[in-house]
């Protein structure tokens, strides 16, 4: 995948025709339009990640009140392990069937809006939840999670789709990207940790979710005040920039890009590979820890809603100084390898140390992966992007392709639990295995940063990016996959496209297995 030197322009060439005739035409009624504005001064930029990150708390807050509760519900409820996967999984079902959709309209209409009508439909499927526990009714329950997934499912492009609006790469998109997943950790922790001693105070579950929805309507408030501000500063201030590439940020599109989807580059893919597997792992391991430390530690669901908090979210503290240091230092792939390494050894230790001092041991070394993940696979996509106007597609690709797989492994794992007496000697070594392919890949990306240029990109420095000669290979890698082998990316991203589509086949085909078998009864 290296460059073919004979057949790239000189830099001097790609800088005196940087763009087609059209698109400086464009580019010229923009800047008419622009004429009197000034950039966005620092105060703008601060103001906008409080406030995305102060919606990150309520959504987290919510996302995480299930899974810290799921002896209760099963007990409460009356359900076993498969039916509580099938709970979990319809809201993966419904992402694998609109997310793609999703981040291809965010791309279009842009972030500030679907934030507003996404938060809406969030908020009214978990006033649906919150009753559905109230009556102790499974299936309404289930339609109330589908109803909050078509929430949830318009929101979650759309808030990256915003911060990379706003900050490029190496400028400022790790470091508010690592804030914002700091203060949605905090919000996960907060909601995961209480929600066990709410119910036993109150002594009624349903107002773990009824505290849920006054939350969401915190955020609703907050998102309403982000459209506002939006709009203001669209009618104030200069578009942003990124200074390598001298792309202008776009928050939305004139048109549907449908061309730049399928220019997605190569490396775009390989981030993806290693998501396929260490994101999956870590977020069904998180859905199942409360009641995994419950058997292991022997305590109550409290204690062990403590536990599993701390194993998810204690490395809240790292994320921002991650972000910080991405975009000084780079080094993405290292991350994601040492990231891959630490899920890798969580899950070992899960397996073949189950007592008290090795989960202790395993909940530790996830707390730390699970810091790192996030943070270095999204900024890592928006990288390897060459147009950063089709990032919420790009992004919707990693998200439909989680939900796919979260499918699967739950519907697996509730299964194996189910036989195995509620026991889960068998269903972790489904983990282990998806740790060890995600420590394989990231290995495999570390390694081809020697050989393959597109992807030393994700090791620079800012300093390497913007200046010493960064902006130049930047463009030199891009006309040399877009335009020198326009047919050969094609294809790729065709054959990247068509293997998503086969996870989400095999997602949906587990989610009628889980809801149409005898397990669910």
Known sequence: MGVDKTNIKSPADVVANPLPEDARSNESDTNRADVGKRPPPLLAKLFTVFLISCISFGSHWSTGVTGAMKSTIKKQ?????????????????????????????????????????????????????????????????????????????????????????????????????????????????????????????????????????????????????????????????????????????????????????????????????????????????????????????????????????????????????????????????????????????????????????????????????SALGPTSIIDSIRTTLWHQSVFGSAYALKITMNNAVNIIIRIITGALQDADNNSYQRAVQVYLFQGAAGLAIGLAIVVGTFFAQELELLQWTRWKRLTRGGPEIIQQLKEHNLVTHPRRTRRLAITGFACIMALTLGGWAAYIWGAVTGHNN
């Open 77 to 369: 409820m009356n359900i076993n392990n498969t039916q509580f996967s099938l709970l979990e999984a319809s809201e993966d079902f419904m992402a694998t069937v609109l997310i793609l959709l999703s981040g291809i309209i965010t791309d279009r209409v842009g972030g500030a809006g679907m934030m507003v009508a996404g938060n809406i439909v969030y908020t009214i499927g978990s006033i649906l939840v919150a009753a559905a526990t109230q009556v102790r009714s499974f299936n309404f329950m289930i339609g109330g999670r589908v109803i909050l997934a078509l929430g949830d499912i318009a929101t979650q492009i759309a808030q990256y789709k915003m911060f990379s609006s706003w900050f490029a790469p190496s400028n400022g998109f790790a470091s508010t990207l690592g804030f914002e997943l700091a203060i949605g950790k905090i919000g996960g922790f907060v909601g995961k940790s209480t929600a066990n001693v709410i119910a036993k105070n109150t002594g009624n579950f349903s107002w773990v979710f009824w505290t849920s929805v006054f939350m969401n309507l915190f955020t609703n408030f907050t998102t309403v005040v982000f459209w506002f501000f939006t709009r203001y500063c669209n009618k104030h201030y200069l578009g942003r920039r990124d200074n390598a590439t001298k792309e202008e940020l776009t928050d939305k599109n004139k048109k549907f890009e449908w061309q730049k989807m399928m220019q997605l580059p190569w490396t775009l893919w390989c981030i993806l590979a290693f998501s396929l597997f260490q994101t999956s792992a870590a977020l069904v391991f998180s859905q199942n820890a409360t009641e995994l430390a419950e058997q292991r530690f022997e305590v109550d669901s409290v204690k062990a809603g403590w536990y599993s908090a701390l194993s998810q979210y204690a490395g809240f503290f790292l994320v921002p100084c991650l972000g910080l240091f991405i975009d000084i230092l780079g080094n993405r792939a290292t991350i994601i390898f040492i990231c891959g390494l630490g899920t890798f050894l969580a899950m070992a230790l899960v397996n073949f140390a189950p007592s008290h001092g090795g989960t202790a041991a395993s909940f530790a070394v996830y707390a730390i992966a």
